[in-house]
């Protein structure tokens, strides 16, 4: 198990320790076919995070697609069951580059949770997500917001569609100043643009971050999106993850299919968020689904900015003569049982490092 | 150590000179050498310049924690960055131009040549403009003058340029001006060295109002 470990790359060994992870939660693996259906995706656009389709024509004229999202593929099919559908999965989706236009295969680990979902459902989806953080890096963070708050304040504003997005985008960038001139353009009050502005910059652990949204509270959606905020909280401090959560409101995501907690999360050493999730009843209701559901996914590909690249493929150097091979295939058994990854050539001819280089002289090895 | 991407240029020395005011200075990349990248321990910081519509893919790939960068760069490539403080200085504004007193008809396709072919099409797509974009890479105020363009769409600082070759503007598309961005990363890891940055720049500047 050791050499399984030192030998396979860190995705596919995270992959693992993801999935023993769901599993130890009662998460049901969902296995699903590479195509889709290409009006899946065209009929849900907004919900897909960038990136163009791939499509193909299927043998009966079919417009079909490579798999973009794995979401969609299991809300299409959920069922409204009193028991809820928990399921995990670990897929390659398929994007083009918006800007090279780049076909990417991207490895992806994700929890759906579909069904009544209550403040314990939630914190545990969270809870998982905050796991899975800490299975890939040391040092994490989760940004947790709530679309409640945020439409509870755009509600109060009652901005036009199309304002409502450009407010959403600049709490997302966390740009107070281009927040303030579209207030000012289109007259919303002052008090509610400072409490529009405050949300673009709030950010820290919540227990410092409560007092302050409470006071930004303007209608009961935003009362109750903090009150859920901080039992979500509570119970994530019971496992002792609390500590590597942020109130961060720039992690909100689309009106349309967010209505609860969203999050994303991020690793030291990788630039981009590794995981994004969150409650989303209103992609349901597109389905005709009364459930509720939350769940979250995993970008694996993106893990591998924070590593430094594999050392050699092998601890041992075995050389030896071709004319003298009698016991060099016993030997480097004997080795490998030792739990060494060892390779064997008859010259050296490269100058990658090994722990220790062998050379095979009279039936025996011989350190050199 | 903070990561700090400047733009070549007059915009970028204008920017170090605010870091260096505030305490992030950094000798080495005052001296006249063939450096690259410039890093003073002492003050936590280290700088790279870099050609002004590169700013944003160091940023948001985490090369740089922090960036200077026009608000026009942003706008025509949606970097995926946070956008922290408008810095107020390197103000212009993104217009349409033309031929001195030739408004292009509504009743046709109009040509657009510019260097920012994404802010043209959002622009006339909320006209519900057609257009045809002309994609240039500089030399944007000759395209209207030989007939290649009906108009351009383009930076305009004082409009000098516009005026001598018998140009002028015809509508401002957006206001311009130098915006300081973070990776969103950098951002949460560094929070505290990130938010002094910020906090001394805003106390500064409403300091100078």
Not at chain 1, 199 to 218: H, I, N, Q, R
Not at chain 2, 177 to 205: G, H, M
């Amino acid at each position: 198990m050791d050499l399984i470990r030192t030998t396979a790359r860190s995705e596919e060994t995270d992959l693992l320790r993801l999935q023993r992870l769901y599993a130890r939660y009662g998460y049901d693996k969902f296995r699903m076919s590479k195509f889709e259906d290409y009006t899946l995706y065209l009929q849900n656009k907004d919900f897909l995070k960038g990136g163009n389709i791939i499509t193909f024509n299927g043998p009966d004229g079919r417009l079909l697609a490579l798999k973009q999202d794995v979401t969609l593929s299991i809300v299409k099919n959920a069922r409204d069951e009193a028991t809820p559908c928990k399921v995990y999965y670990t897929e390659n989706v398929y994007r083009a580059s918006d800007d090279t236009n780049d076909i990417r295969e991207i490895p992806q680990a994700g929890v759906e949770y579909v069904g009544q979902v209550d403040v314990y459902a939630m914190s545990e989806v969270l809870l998982l997500a905050l796991e899975s953080l800490s299975v890939v890096s040391e040092r994490y963070i989760l940004g947790v917001s709530h679309m409640g708050f945020v439409r509870g304040l755009l509600d109060a504003a009652d901005f036009s569609m199309d304002v409502r997005r450009q407010v959403l985008a600049c709490i997302q960038n966390k740009s107070a100043h281009e927040l303030h001139a579209l207030c000012r353009a289109h007259g919303v009050e002052a008090s509610l643009e400072e409490k529009l502005c405050a949300l673009s910059t709030v950010f820290g652990k919540p227990e410092d971050c409560f007092p302050t949204l409470e006071g930004m509270a303007v209608n009961d959606a935003t009362e109750e999106a903090v009150r859920e905020l901080r039992q979500i909280y509570d119970l994530l401090c019971e496992t002792g993850h609390g500590e590597n959560v942020r109130i961060d409101f720039s992690v909100a995501n689309d009106m349309q299919y967010y209505n609860g907690v969203t999050f994303q999360g991020f690793v030291d050493g990788t630039p981009r968020s590794v995981l994004s999730g969150g409650r989303y009843d209103d992609l349901l209701r597109k389905f005709g689904r009364k459930s509720g559901a939350i769940g979250f996914a995993v970008y694996l590909d993106l893990l591998e900015y924070g590593r430094s690249g594999s050392d050699a493929g092998a601890d041992a150097l075995v050389l030896y003569d071709p004319a003298d091979v009698k016991g060099l295939a016993g030997a480097v058994q004997a080795l490998q049982q030792s739990g060494r990854r060892v390779r064997v050539q008859s010259e050296r001819t490269d100058d990658r490092a090994y722990k220790t280089v062998y050379a095979f002289r009279e039936g025996g090895l011989v350190e050199l | 150590m903070i990561h700090i991407a400047l733009p070549k240029g007059r915009l970028g020395e204008k920017a170090y000179q605010i870091f260096k005011s505030l305490g992030y200075g950094c000798p080495e990349i005052e001296e006249d050498n063939r450096k690259l990248i410039f890093e003073n321990p002492e003050n936590d910081v280290c700088y790279f310049w870099a050609k002004p519509s590169d700013v944003p893919v160091y940023v948001e790939r985490g090369a740089a924690d922090i960036g200077i960068v026009g608000k026009d760069i942003l706008l025509e490539h949606g970097s995926d960055v946070y956008e922290l403080l408008d810095l107020g200085m390197g103000k212009c504004r993104m217009a349409v131009a033309g031929i001195r007193g030739h408004r292009p008809a509504a009743d046709k396709t109009l040509r657009v040549a510019t260097k920012f072919p994404n802010i043209a099409r959002s622009y006339y797509a909320s006209q519900s403009r057609e257009i045809e974009i002309i994609r240039l890479n500089g030399s944007i105020e000759i395209a209207p003058l030989l007939g290649l363009s009906d108009v351009i769409v383009d930076i305009v600082e004082t409009g000098t340029t516009l005026k001598e070759n018998d140009l002028e503007p015809f509508e401002t598309i957006v206001p311009i001006s130098a915006r300081l961005i973070a990776n969103k990363a950098s951002y949460k890891f560094q929070y505290d060295a990130i938010r002094t940055i910020c906090e001394k720049i805003e106390a500064e500047r409403s300091a100078q109002t």
